[in-house]
């Protein structure tokens, strides 16, 4: 009995310290991102430090004048909430294990047969961040882990400095479980925590436990691995309010963030419209970070929901959408070596060549001509012959 009254007084101050905390880092928050008094003295500060800690110290220290100064030398202290810089994104490969309801394949439309090899990648990226200053990259699909040689893509990859993003449905993580060795990020999509629902979305039998499987040993095994559940909203699925929560409670306890995704195009069965989303999280005490990007961040002090459109959805809501593509999309090459300026277009700059031939004035020509041919012809967008 004693030893419940211990735990249960010990579980009291756990919870008031949590929410002692939670509320601290919400008010951090709440002056870093400007969303309080953004000129007041305290703001300013917020703005200047690197983390809620480094925020709560000096609050409790007096700031001399050099203190002031060695935080607005150190710039990263006044970036936005949130960065983000284009990449190159590689198709790795374009099978899938699945068949959701509402892939778009990353807009392969055509089979691609898995041509590049773990070198190649590595060379292209070479030259991407030589001559582009490219520093991330994406390893996407079709399903990525399909390949075997993943890892090895991987491994090529990181030994040329790239900071690497895996984005996978999961279900081959417990194989190629060593892929955590070289990767920053893995995106790992979960469109419900609910057996019957998830593979209802993904159309597949008995696939879900596996995939939960590999995430918690990826977890356990990779500490320092950011991870960040992907869920593409499907009303009448996944989207209710129970959903949401369960999944971001899940999130939490797996210290990992997460991202809803809009389904496209909006006249697809099951859109969701993310201001609902927004809405509700809004009443359930999430409020929103300002970003420079195309995402909506909402931040309660713990956990980081990021609200998401595909990057045309984004592209439409602008008034030039070609000009939007053009200073912000990122380069996408599919499995056989080519790069596929848009989704909606089949137009692409065949690099093969200059890839088996480690030829690097002709590679960066190309890529030039594709960055070029980004926005061109935008079928979405009114200003197309000005891009
Ligand atoms: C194309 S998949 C490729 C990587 C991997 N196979 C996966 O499912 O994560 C990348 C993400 O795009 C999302 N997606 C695919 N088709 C979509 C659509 N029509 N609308 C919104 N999101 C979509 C998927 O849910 C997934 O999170
Ligand atoms: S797992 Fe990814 S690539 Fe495969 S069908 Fe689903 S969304 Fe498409």
Known sequence: MSILMFSFRNRKKFLALRRGLHFYNSVYYKFKCGIQNNFSPLAILAKLCQSSMEFLKLLFTRVSIYKWLFLLIRKEGTKMCVNQQRELRFIVAQKCNYDCTFCHGEGLQTPKEALLKPEDFRFIFNVGKKHFGLKTTTLSGGEPLIRKDIVDIADELYHEE??????????????????????KRVNVSIHSLKKEKYELIVRRRNVFHKVIYGLLKLREKYPDVDIRINSTLVD??????RDILDLIRFAERLDASIKYVELFPAAMKGFVPLGNVEEFLKRNGFFSIPSQTRKVTLFNGFMEVNLTKIFCATAEDHNKPGAFCRNNNDLFISPDGRIKPCRNNLKEVDILDSVRSMDEESLVKKIKEAFDLLGKNCIISKDASKH
């Open 162 to 183: 790239a900071i690497i993003t895996l984005t996978t449905n999961g279900y081959f993580l417990e194989d190629r479980i060593y892929i955590g060795n070289y990767i």
């Open 236 to 241: 009448g699925i996944n989207s209710s309010e």
